[in-house]
């Protein structure tokens, strides 16, 4: 498709529940990158995929924290046990080179 | 050390005046790109203009341009004529050729008053 597109748009979890993101890239954009923005005015850079391969993991939280990009899937983000501090509003970006990157409209996740 | 200072949280700007939001970065790298985006009230980051590091001439696209000073690590976004519709949080990102992230500044809130 011509734009990222990320389900659900909102989603509700009670705590310790399992919270599951999707997201699929722009056709052709071999690059995909996961934020987590909290408040307004911060974006915290999670994961990157380049294909199917973890290119950069360094933003995530590991025990808790998954994502996949596999071939002919919506590349995901799995959060297992969520916590209070993990509702947020969770971005997929894609880029073709890894230079401009098209943000998906996000996630809002609440966990209550 | 912060990779990406913008140091206004927020700004006013009457219609039709143009208006600079400040963003200073740090890198050691020699290759990098200077973004911004723009994220209005309903949430979605639209991307707004790129800067290469090794661009000798500043980026611009319609209103927007990138005022670039490569020594000063600065890459302020320029608005030009602004618009009703400009107000929104504006966001400054880095891009590092080493692990392939973005790095964004804390934002600007911008507001155009009629």
């Known amino acids: 498709g011509e734009e990222v597109a990320q389900t659900p748009k909102h989603l509700v979890r009670g705590e310790g529940q399992k919270a599951k993101l999707y997201c699929a890239p722009i056709?052709?954009?071999?690059?995909v990158f996961w934020y987590q923005q909290v408040l307004k005015n911060e974006f915290k850079f999670l994961i990157s995929?380049?294909?199917?391969?973890?290119?950069?993991e360094t933003g995530m939280p590991k025990e808790r924290f998954s994502a996949k990009c596999l071939p002919n899937s919506p590349c995901s983000l799995e959060i297992q046990a969520t916590k209070l501090e993990d509702s947020a509003v969770y971005f997929c970006?894609?880029?073709?080179?890894?230079?401009?990157?098209?943000f998906g409209p996000g996630t809002r996740l609440t966990v209550l | 050390a912060q990779k990406i200072t913008q140091t206004q949280p927020g700004m006013f700007v009457q219609e039709k005046e143009a208006v600079t939001l400040d963003c200073t970065y740090d890198?050691?790298?020699?290759?990098?790109?200077l973004f911004w985006y723009k994220q209005p009230s309903s949430g979605e980051m639209i991307f707004l203009i790129y800067?290469?590091?090794?661009?000798?001439q500043n980026a611009t696209e319609g209103r927007y341009s990138l005022n670039f000073q490569k020594a000063r690590k600065s890459a302020n976004l320029v608005i030009s004529a602004s618009q009703l519709g400009d107000s929104a949080m504006y966001f400054c990102?880095?891009?590092?050729?080493?692990?392939?992230?973005?790095?964004f500044g804390t934002g600007t809130s911008l507001t155009v008053i009629p």
């Open positions: 970006a894609s880029s073709l080179w890894g230079n401009e990157q098209f």
């Open positions: 056709k052709g954009h071999s690059y």
């Open positions: 995929f380049q294909n199917e391969n973890v290119f950069d």
């Open positions: 890198t050691s790298d020699q290759s990098y790109g």
């Open positions: 800067q290469g590091s090794y661009d000798e």
């Open positions: 990102a880095m891009r590092e050729p080493t692990g392939n992230q973005f790095y």
